[in-house]
């Protein structure tokens, strides 16, 4: 019903920058709840960063506070992530996901009905 394509990602030394995009068919975008997830090699997956309907108050995890920064742009039909100051932890595969039924900002796998397929980030040392 709802489909989601992330881009963006790629090799970025430690201390660079990237701005990841995801691009869905949920419109207007500001009606629904968006989040990141990313999951490492071997990982549990884990919210990154979340944007809720109306408002679009925010969230982020703890590791990427004060680095990641969560937009939506309701013309592009795209929600951003941009990343700065990343590290090599930071290093995982990117998945962004829609709230279609609550519409929140939860970094809760469970919350979210619809996920892309992923774009991979890599940071070196």
């Known amino acids: 019903q709802v489909q989601l394509v992330e881009s963006g990602g790629g090799l970025v030394q430690s201390g660079g920058s990237l701005r990841l995009s995801c691009t869905t068919s949920a419109f207007p975008l500001n009606y629904y709840g968006f989040g990141w997830f990313r999951q490492a090699p071997g990982k549990e997956r884990e919210g990154v960063a979340c944007?809720?309907?109306?408002?679009?108050?925010?969230y982020y995890a703890d590791s990427v506070k004060g680095r990641f920064i969560i937009s939506r742009d309701n013309a592009k039909e795209t929600v951003y992530l941009q990343m700065n100051s990343l590290k090599p932890e930071d290093t995982a595969v990117y998945y962004c996901?829609?709230?279609?039924?609550?519409?929140?900002?939860?970094?809760?796998?469970?919350?979210?009905?619809?996920w892309g397929q992923g774009t991979q980030v890599t940071v070196s040392s």
């Open positions: 944007i809720s309907s109306g408002d679009g108050s925010t």
């Open positions: 996901a829609v709230d279609v039924q609550f519409r929140r900002c939860i970094l809760s796998s469970n919350e979210y009905d619809y």
